[in-house]
């Protein structure tokens, strides 16, 4: 993968930078140790690593500010930074960069139950925005996997998706309003705590923005009453094809599940020994989860799974308390975790129309076979947003080159079927290069023009999101 070339002259300017960040930050808000530095080295797309010139930390939308407005004076790039969870290689520094961590900026700044919004600084955790509601019978409904760690400034980045967005929608979906900080130092409230602005949609441009138009360091986000009950069922099937085909049926038929979630066989069996969720042995299952009242819950899972006999489960599973619904779960959300002690993996996130999935998966499966690498499949498969897992071993050479060429692959079928690159894990550099493939020239200028207005020296977040050989001009001026 292709990076820009470090700026010598930016490095030789270490020690000024260092020294007018330590003058609005306190001491221990500016790492500068090169082997301190090292923890930001890169995301969680551990195959590209490169240590930033300086990380700083720090605890305010001043502070950020002023952080802001030094590197924009000193012409040197800045890479925001929430947990370093991204899957894309979107917080990937530069050598010549300083990363803007938000870790340390987590505080609830307000609560409002009859306006059922909550705001936050943007380092807190996805799931910690949940924890400081529960209590009160609220919650935050997008839930990436990686909840526990990832920030909501990623969230609003790269708009992250999670099992139950197919009933809630994704972080746009969710997100109230921003305070957003301009790479020059400008302040700006984008939306606010209620229901839609005046004016352009600039909180729509915001979120999904992947860190290239400003730094979140505040959100307000809507928080929703907790649902009375939750149940899962699962479904074993002989193929992914039939597998497929029932969620397509299901969708059809009009019913919303709060999620589907589809896995493959060599995806159940890793998990099986991982997390012994006690799953069928099968090819395919699915996930359904419907929530409501026990009547609602009652009469639409009767209806799921009319739909499902049709297409000959060889197992249907209906949680029948907490303790089970919970063990249903269980296998799903340890599937990374799961296929990570096997091998290295890349994650893909290419989102295809729900009616291709049978052709979509038949051809990842030709694919594997053709490029000699095994892949496993989990994803959401309600709303199409698929994550194939391309396994491959770091340490022989060629490998990751061949796992790329196959994603690469993937997702142009997910594009050719009338789908998309990603579905919420972003495009970072790991689709940078493939974006033309889905933009046609003037759509991709149409895009640099809102990069050229809200940043114009081109110094916010480097060789993510466009083609290098496309910006390249730009980032010269
Ligand atoms: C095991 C695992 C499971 C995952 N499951 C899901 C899933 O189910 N759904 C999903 O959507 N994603 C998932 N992800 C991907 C990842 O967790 C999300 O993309 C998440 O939103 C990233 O959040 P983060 O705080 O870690 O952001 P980072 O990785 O730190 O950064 C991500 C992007 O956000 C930008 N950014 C960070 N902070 C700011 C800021 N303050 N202002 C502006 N831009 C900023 C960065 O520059 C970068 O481009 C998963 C990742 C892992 C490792």
């Known amino acids: 993968m292709e990076m820009p070339k470090i700026d010598a002259a930016i490095v030789a300017r270490k020690p000024a930078i260092i020294a007018a960040l330590q003058e609005v930050l306190p001491d221990d808000a500016v790492i500068f140790d090169e082997a301190e530095v090292r923890a930001y080295e890169c995301d969680a797309l551990t195959a590209y690593r490169c240590p930033p010139l300086v990380a700083v930390l720090p605890r305010t939308t001043?502070?950020?500010?002023?952080?802001l407005r030094i590197c924009h004076q000193m012409g040197v790039p800045v890479v925001?930074?929430?947990?370093?969870?991204?899957?894309?290689?979107?917080?990937?520094?530069?050598?010549?960069?300083?990363?803007?961590?938000?870790?340390?900026?987590?505080?609830?700044?307000?609560t409002d139950y009859p306006n059922r919004f909550i705001r936050v600084q943007s380092g807190r955790t996805n799931l910690s925005v949940t924890g400081a509601v529960e209590s009160d019978g609220f919650f935050y409904a997008p839930d990436p996997s990686s909840q526990l760690a990832c920030a909501i400034a990623g969230n609003i980045a790269m708009n992250s998706g999670g099992a139950h967005c197919l009933k809630y929608g994704v972080t746009?979906?969710?997100?109230?309003?921003?305070?957003?900080?301009?790479?020059?130092?400008t302040v700006l409230e984008i939306g606010g705590a209620h229901l839609d602005a005046a004016g352009l949609d600039l909180l729509g441009v915001i979120c999904g923005s992947e860190g290239q138009l400003g730094v979140v360091t505040e959100a307000v986000l809507r928080i929703?009453?907790?649902?009375?009950?939750?149940?899962?069922?699962?479904?074993?099937?002989?193929?992914?094809?039939?597998?497929g085909e029932c969620v397509s049926d299901i969708i059809k038929a009009g019913i919303l599940p709060v999620a589907i979630e589809?896995?493959?066989?060599?995806?159940?069996?890793?998990?099986?020994?991982?997390?012994?969720?006690?799953?069928?042995?099968?090819?395919?299952?699915?996930?359904?989860?419907?929530?409501?009242?026990?009547?609602?819950?009652?009469?639409?899972?009767?209806?799921?799974?009319?739909?499902?006999?049709?297409?000959?489960?060889?197992e249907l599973r209906e949680a029948a308390d907490e303790d089970q619904a919970k063990r249903i779960w269980l296998g799903r959300k340890s599937a990374f975790g799961a296929m990570g002690s096997i091998n290295d993996y890349m994650c893909l996130d290419g989102t295809i129309p729900v009616s291709s999935l049978p052709f979509v998966l038949r051809r990842i499966g030709e694919m594997?076979?053709?490029?000699?690498?095994?892949?496993?499949?989990?994803?959401?498969?309600?709303?199409?947003?698929?994550?194939?897992?391309?396994?491959?071993?770091?340490?022989?050479?060629?490998?990751?080159?061949?796992?790329?060429?196959?994603?690469?692959?993937v997702l142009k079928l997910c594009v050719e079927v009338g789908g998309c690159l990603t579905g919420e894990h972003g495009?970072?550099?790991?689709?940078?290069?493939?974006?033309?493939?889905?933009?046609?020239?003037?759509?991709?200028?149409?895009?640099?023009?809102?990069?050229?207005?809200?940043?114009p020296k081109w110094l916010l977040n480097p060789a993510k999101v466009f083609p290098l050989d496309i910006t390249a001009s730009r980032r010269a001026v």
């Open 62 to 67: 001043a502070e950020v500010s002023d952080v």
């Open 80 to 110: 925001p930074r929430g947990a370093g969870t991204s899957l894309a290689g979107g917080a990937l520094p530069t050598g010549d960069c300083v990363i803007l961590g938000v870790a340390r900026m987590h505080d609830v700044l307000e």
């Open 172 to 185: 746009t979906n969710n997100l109230l309003g921003v305070t957003l900080v301009q790479m020059d130092g």
């Open 224 to 243: 929703l009453p907790k649902p009375e009950g939750a149940r899962p069922v699962l479904m074993g099937f002989d193929s992914n094809e039939v597998a």
């Open 262 to 314: 589809f896995m493959d066989r060599p995806c159940i069996e890793a998990t099986e020994a991982f997390a012994k969720a006690g799953y069928p042995k099968c090819e395919a299952l699915l996930i359904v989860e419907v929530e409501g009242s026990k009547p609602e819950i009652d009469e639409q899972l009767a209806l799921i799974i009319e739909i499902a006999k049709r297409h000959n489960p060889i």
């Open 368 to 409: 594997s076979k053709e490029y000699g690498l095994d892949v496993a499949n989990v994803f959401h498969a309600g709303d199409g947003n698929m994550h194939p897992l391309i396994l491959f071993d770091a340490n022989k050479p060629g490998d990751l080159e061949l796992c790329e060429a196959f994603g690469a692959d």
């Open 427 to 455: 495009v970072g550099i790991e689709k940078r290069d493939l974006m033309k493939v889905q933009f046609a020239p003037a759509d991709m200028e149409a895009q640099l023009w809102v990069k050229d207005v809200f940043d």
